[in-house]
């Protein structure tokens, strides 16, 4: 009788042990995965622009038109951005347009730091050659006049446009990438039962002109009754800056 207890004793010590190895090999591996393999973090990447400005820029040490300089940067000098400021600052000056960021801090090549203002940087030296062929002021093609179309470049990639003929005055704010279709159309004019639109584009380096005139006959109660039209196609010569 000891004997049979015994050896159910056994039987069930080692239906025990069979157990417990059968679980062990079923349960998942924990594999030791490489610290490098559980972090995300990115490196940060570098922005760069240049400094368009040609008579040089003062690098400021603090974002005031009055403050300290740290050094001074010249003309396509390459920088490193560090911060823009959010949108929605506006320009104390009223140069610029709403919402423009107005100050940059930047880093020089050799470790300095400062700020300067959004219009007098770029992101490439193509985009400073593009505002330099672009902004001036134009008139008729060997006339002296007073009358001009004058373009100026206010940063973040946009152009004011003046029309500042005797009978219209016309402004515009005109995106670089409209400047660099082959056409693009200043706001139309109107007065005294005028109306003028006036359409440039550059061809050959040169800046085309075309104006284009509807005139309205009016009857006695000043109602328009005939329409004529006038055109002028003409280039516009750069007047060099003084």
């Not at 004997?3 to 042990?17: D, M, R, V």
């Not at 515009?172 to 400047?179: H, Q, V």
Request: hydrophobic letters at 35%; a negative charge.
């Amino acid at each position: 009788m000891k004997k049979c207890a015994c050896l159910f004793s056994f039987i069930l010590i080692f239906l025990s042990i069979e157990s417990c190895s059968k679980n062990k090999d079923s349960a998942p591996a924990v594999e030791n995965l490489p610290e490098t393999s559980l972090q995300t973090a990115q490196t940060p990447v570098t922005e760069y622009a240049f400094i368009n400005s040609k008579g040089g820029l003062k690098l400021k040490a603090m974002p005031e038109t009055e403050g300290e300089s740290v050094c001074e940067l010249k003309d396509k000098t390459q920088v490193e951005v560090l911060t823009r400021p959010a949108a929605g600052a506006e320009a104390a000056d009223g140069e610029l347009t709403v919402n423009e960021p107005v100050w940059v801090q930047i880093k020089t090549a050799d470790g300095k730091t400062g700020y300067v203002l959004s219009r007098y940087i770029e992101d490439s030296l193509e985009a400073i050659d593009f505002i330099r062929k672009v902004e001036g002021s134009y008139n008729e093609s060997g006339k002296d006049s007073d009358q001009k179309i004058t373009i100026k470049y206010i940063g973040n990639k946009k152009f004011d446009v003046d029309a500042n003929w005797k009978m219209f005055q016309s402004k515009n704010l005109l995106t670089a990438e409209e400047i660099e279709k082959s056409d693009f159309l200043i706001r139309s004019g109107s007065r005294d039962g005028v109306q003028v639109d006036y359409k440039l584009h550059f061809a050959d380096g040169e800046l085309n002109y075309d104006f284009v005139g509807q005139y309205w006959d009016f009857d006695a109660d000043n109602n328009p009754i005939n329409r004529r039209e006038s055109r002028i196609n003409t280039k516009l010569k750069r007047i060099e800056s003084e």
